[in-house]
T-cell receptor, first 120, second 117 residues
């Protein structure tokens, strides 16, 4: 149980294009999903908290217009990197916290396998 | 100030030996959760173990145990009988915010563990 998928697993794109990354919880529903960014040999940096049916909560320093997050259903959140540039190249990981709002939700968040983005 | 501190950038252990990975945390919340994740070279984050701030007993999951010392604000991970497949990055993480309310995750910088034969 508690499987999270991410698609695509890797993507190479030209500077200026937009890239959409999908995060799905396969065997559970999740009101809350998280998006992280990780540079080589560094820790995970929380970018935003994605809440189903409402706007995402972005961490300080993360551009909302650059990184568009949509949490369309209880099993799907998407991250769109708009007008990608080489400095956006990174490893993006999503996670999902099982459970619905108003319930006694899981303490543990489960991670997807990550998406490696390379912007040329 | 860092909320999660992992002071060991790298650790070496011989196969079948036990190893302790250090983690200290900083929070003013009364209710919080502590986690350890393993990240192999493939990049996937694998959940290992969880300890709630109100849990009186140390958490255990198979070969993993969490040495929770609340007064010292430490949550060290102990891996018994190390295996070659345990070689990976290990991240300590904390969830702040009241249970059922806000949920704010923070990760440490990680410790690279290498298990050698």
């Amino acid at each position: 149980g508690a499987v999270v998928s991410q698609h695509p697993s890797w993507v190479i794109c030209k500077s200026g294009t937009s890239v959409k990354i999908e995060c799905r919880s396969l065997d559970f529903q999740a009101t809350t999903m998280f998006w992280y960014r990780q540079f080589p040999k560094q820790s995970l940096m929380l970018m935003a908290t994605s809440n189903e049916g409402s706007k995402a909560t972005y961490e300080q320093g993360v551009e909302k217009d650059k990184f568009l997050i949509n949490h369309a259903s209880l099993t799907l959140s998407t991250l769109t990197v708009t007008s990608a540039h080489p400095e956006d190249s990174s490893f993006y990981i999503c996670s999902a916290r099982p459970g619905l709002a108003g319930e006694d939700r899981s303490e543990t968040q489960y991670f997807g396998p990550g998406t490696r983005l390379l912007v040329l | 100030a860092q909320k999660i501190t992992q002071t060991q950038p790298g650790m070496f252990v011989q196969e079948k030996e036990a190893v302790t990975l250090d983690c200290t945390y900083d929070t003013s919340d009364q209710s919080y959760g502590l986690f350890w994740y393993k990240q192999p070279s493939s990049g996937e984050m694998i959940f290992l173990i969880y300890q709630g701030s109100y849990d009186e007993q140390n958490a255990t999951e198979g070969r993993y145990s969490l040495n929770f010392q609340k007064a010292r604000k430490s949550a060290n991970l102990v891996i018994s009988a190390s295996q070659l497949g345990d070689s990976a990055m290990y991240f300590c993480a904390m969830r702040e915010g009241a249970t059922g309310g806000s949920y704010i995750p923070t990760f440490g910088r990680g410790t690279s563990l290498i298990v050698h034969p």
